[in-house]
C-alpha cells in the first residue's frame, strides 16, 4: 500500500464519521451546549474570588480538555465503534483493504475538526469575558492534537473490549473517566490535592492535557516550561495509537471468527 493510498484511506474514514457525527444532532449539540455551560459556572464561581478576565484565563483550558473533548472525543470514538458493531457494518470492514491505522488516524482527523469547533466555542466565551490565549497557537495546537490523539485510542479501546451495546457505552466512560477528570483538575486546581493524590495525578494524562494548555494559555509558557508535561503526553499519545490500532485490529479478527 503505497502513501497515497494510505492518504485516501484516512480522509474517506473522517468524512464517514463526520457524515455519522452530523445523524446525530443531539450528541453534536450536547458537545457544545455543555461545555460552554461549565465554562459560564466555573469562569463565574472562581470570579468571585478575583478578576473575571484571569478566571475565565484559568478556566477555558480546563473546560476545554475535561468537559469538551473528554465527551467528544473519547466518548465519541467509543459510541462509533459500538455502533458498527450493532449495524453489522464490521463484516464490510472485513472484506476492505482498510488498515487499522489508516482507520484510527481517520477518526482521529474527524474529532480533530470537533475539536476545533468546541476550541472556537469555549474561547470565545472566554474572551466576551475577558478571557484570553496568551501564548503560542502553535503549541495550543500541538497540545491539542497530543489530547484528541490520546482520547481517541482510550475511546475505541473502551469500544472494542468494555462495551458491547449502546447501553454499555456511558458506563466505562463514566467509571474510569470522571476519576480521572476530578484528578486531572478539570474543575479545580490539583494545588488542593494532598500529596499522595498528587502523586497518582501524574500517572493521570488528563492532568497533563490540563497542565499543558493552561500553561500555554493562561501563563504563556513556552517549550522549556512545559517539557516535562509534554514528553508524557507525547508518550501517552503513541501508546493510544497503539493501543487504539491494537484493539481495532483484533476486534476484526473475532469478528471473522464469529
Avoid at 468524512?15 to 445523524?23: P, Q, S, W
Avoid at 463514566?174 to 486546581?189: C, I, K, N, S
Avoid at 500517572?203 to 497542565?211: E, K, S
Amino acid at each position: 500500500m503505497n502513501q497515497s493510498d494510505i492518504v485516501n484511506q484516512i480522509t474517506a474514514v473522517a468524512g464517514r464519521a463526520l457524515l455519522e457525527l452530523t445523524r446525530t444532532r443531539r450528541a453534536l449539540v450536547f458537545w457544545i451546549v455543555f461545555p460552554a455551560l461549565m465554562l459560564l459556572l466555573f469562569g463565574t464561581i472562581y470570579a468571585g474570588r478575583g478578576v473575571e478576565g484571569r478566571s475565565f484565563d484559568s478556566t477555558a483550558p480546563g473546560i476545554l480538555i475535561g468537559a469538551a473533548l473528554f465527551f467528544s472525543c473519547l466518548g465519541g470514538p467509543t459510541a462509533m465503534v459500538v455502533a458498527e458493531r450493532e449495524r453489522h457494518t464490521l463484516r464490510r470492514l472485513l472484506t476492505s483493504s482498510l488498515h487499522p491505522v489508516s482507520y484510527f488516524l481517520g477518526i482521529v482527523l474527524a474529532h480533530l475538526s470537533i475539536a476545533f469547533g468546541q476550541a472556537i466555542v469555549v474561547y470565545g466565551i472566554a474572551w466576551m469575558f475577558g478571557g484570553r490565549f496568551h501564548g503560542s497557537l502553535l503549541l495550543g495546537l500541538l497540545v491539542l492534537l497530543l489530547s484528541v490523539i490520546s482520547y481517541v485510542g482510550l475511546g475505541i479501546l473502551f469500544g472494542t473490549t468494555l462495551s458491547r451495546r449502546t447501553e454499555d457505552v456511558n458506563g466505562p466512560v463514566a467509571a474510569f473517566g470522571v476519576p480521572l477528570l476530578v484528578l486531572g483538575g478539570t474543575f479545580f486546581p490539583v494545588s488542593i490535592l494532598p500529596p499522595s493524590l498528587l502523586a497518582i495525578a501524574w500517572l493521570n494524562p488528563i492532568y497533563h492535557m490540563i497542565a499543558s494548555m493552561k500553561g500555554v494559555s493562561a501563563l504563556a509558557y513556552g517549550w522549556v516550561e512545559l517539557a516535562p508535561h509534554l514528553q508524557i503526553l507525547g508518550l501517552f499519545a503513541l501508546l493510544s495509537v497503539w493501543l487504539g490500532a491494537r484493539s481495532y485490529r483484533q476486534m476484526l479478527l473475532n469478528e471473522r471468527s464469529a
